[in-house]
């Protein structure tokens, strides 16, 4: 009997390799984080950022992660880079220091400190959003993830759409304060090929 049990507990030792953490690099043609603020309190503004870099990684068995997201503050646009007969257009002013201050801070980041799981996928993410130099928890929901085959090459692929919220006068952006808003809903749509 003890060796039969041997025996089986050997033979399951390839499957407990095969849970080990899955490592995404991000797309960056299908990955942008983009933003809606409250304007006048009119209507909500919506701007993204066209360039992002980062990784993520997750073990089902473990129900653990991480996430890296780098992205570059000057790659903003809200549809408005043409000034026309104004000082400046207002792409140029949210790179200017009133906003994210592009020259002296080029990149913004967010960095897990914990993976939240419901079944075998994450459903969120809480960790450090640093902005302008200010370091803040922010917790991201994912609203979608789902895995799958990329047609093209296929190779493993995840993505989704991680949302949360966070105040820009928590890391030192005030300019314009009340009249637009404070308060910043963050949506980061991603998609990632597994290395």
């Known amino acids: 009997m003890k060796r039969t049990l041997a025996a089986l507990a050997l033979a399951a030792l390839p499957f407990a390799v095969q849970a080990a953490p899955e490592h995404y690099t991000v797309d960056p043609y299908h990955t942008y984080p983009n933003f809606t603020v409250e304007h006048w309190g009119l209507s909500m503004m919506h701007g993204r950022f066209d360039k992002t870099t980062g990784k993520f990684s997750f073990d089902r068995a473990a129900k653990s992660g991480s996430v890296e997201i780098v992205i570059d503050s000057a790659s903003i646009s ?100 009340p009249a637009v808003g404070d308060e910043i809903t963050l949506n980061i749509e991603f998609e990632g090929d597994r290395d």
């Open 78 to 177: 809200t549809g408005d880079n043409v000034k026309g007969n104004r000082p400046r257009s207002r792409d140029e002013h949210l790179r200017a220091a009133d906003f994210f201050n592009a020259a002296e801070f080029p990149t913004l980041t967010f960095k897990s400190t914990k993976v939240v799981f419901g079944g075998e996928l994450p459903t969120g993410v809480e960790g450090n959003l640093t902005l302008l130099g200010v370091t803040r928890p922010v917790a991201l929901s994912f609203e979608r993830f789902k895995c799958g085959k990329n047609p093209f090459n296929q190779k493993d692929r995840c993505g989704g759409n991680a949302v949360g919220k966070f105040k820009r006068s928590d890391f030192g952006m005030k300019t314009a304060l």
